[in-house]
């Protein structure tokens, strides 16, 4: 059976250094499957159907440029998206298949993020239990959790780890009535300055998930909290950032976010969660959406200590052995 019987989205695109066309490649299961050639024009120029038997996969490719715009590093573009479709929770994917700086590979089908689990359909459920995962680490707030309890498959249901993250700042924004006189402003400024205290001031809960990432070999992970955008896109980039992915690459991950989850729908619950009555829409959105000000305040924060080893040293507690150890584990040559 295929790792992704529900997968109706993964997605990945290659380029070599110095190499074109770009292309995307998506494949997931069902009845009918669509394939698309394209080379770097802007439009699909062949596109077939045919119908498949239940559970095959199907493929198609496009120009880089229809998809999100993304763009090259430096070191040559390796852009994987892999998105397991949940109904219950929409921005779940994996983060692996990026390139190193040392030519080497992050791996596919052992690093996850996500948002809650709590609203996860008998149909996610197994899905979700076709990956194996061996631990969740859950960034949500004591009070987040107990009111929106994981779901989790039945048999043998993963360890979950509670790393509460509750950026100082939350409370005096909401209480100050900032949001009613600054707007969306003065939300954006919120958001950038939470992601400014995740880098100096969380760094035992995000020495604690490094932890266990390197607790057994072979640990299939989930990093995640609400919606999956913020707490768990530090995660996601200083993970990333350890292995040796480019900072290029790892925003480029953090903002497939916007892709997914959408803020649209997220409002009124965001609003009966903070006790937002009365607060504009407009007001509202930055803390649903993800912008480059966001990470690129914490990396900010990072370079204060000169380089990012450093960092992962005196604030995490990762030293030069756990770093080797979560690159053995996590990468693989390029193939």
Not at 30 to 56: E, F, K, T, Y
Not at 263 to 284: M, S
Not at 311 to 326: H, I, K, P
């Amino acid at each position: 059976m295929s790792p992704w019987p529900r997968c109706t989205a993964i997605c990945w695109a290659r380029t070599p250094l110095g190499r074109k066309p770009w292309s995307v490649s998506w494949r997931w299961s069902g009845l009918s499957c669509w394939r698309s050639c394209a080379s770097m024009a802007p439009r699909v120029r062949d596109i077939r159907r045919r119908r498949r038997p239940p559970g095959l996969m199907r493929r198609g490719s496009m120009p880089m440029s229809a998809v999100s715009g993304l763009t090259p590093s430096a070191a040559g573009l390796t852009w994987e998206e892999r998105r397991l479709v949940l109904q219950g929770t929409p921005n779940f994917r994996d983060f692996g298949g990026y390139a190193t700086g040392d030519g080497r590979r992050v791996r596919r089908g052992l690093l996850f993020r996500s948002g809650q689990l709590a609203h996860l359909t008998e149909d996610d459920l197994a899905a979700l239990g076709h990956l194996r995962l061996d631990v969740v680490c859950d960034f949500r707030r004591e009070d987040e959790q107990r009111l929106a309890p994981n779901r989790l498959p039945a048999g043998s249901p993963p360890r979950t780890v509670s790393l509460p993250i509750t950026p100082g700042s939350n409370d005096a924004v909401f209480a100050s009535g900032a949001l009613d006189l600054g707007g969306r402003e003065a939300m954006f400024d919120f958001m950038v300055a939470i992601n400014r205290d995740f880098a100096e001031n969380q760094g035992a809960a995000f020495g604690a998930m490094f932890r266990e990432l390197l607790e057994q070999p072979e640990s299939r992970s989930l990093v995640h909290c609400a919606a999956g955008k913020d707490r768990t896109g530090f995660a996601a980039a200083i993970i990333l950032l350890a292995l040796g992915v480019s900072r290029e690459d790892v925003m480029q991950d953090y903002l497939l976010t916007g892709r997914y989850f959408l803020p649209a729908e997220e409002i009124d619950r965001l609003r009966r969660k903070y006790g937002l009555e009365g607060v504009a829409d407009e007001a509202i959105l930055p803390m649903l959406e993800v912008h480059p000000e966001y990470l690129s305040r914490a990396f900010q924060s990072i370079d204060d200590y000169g380089d990012f080893d450093s960092y992962l040293s005196e604030v995490m507690g990762l030293g030069g052995a756990e770093r080797e150890a979560l690159r053995r584990r996590y990468l693989e040559a390029p193939g």
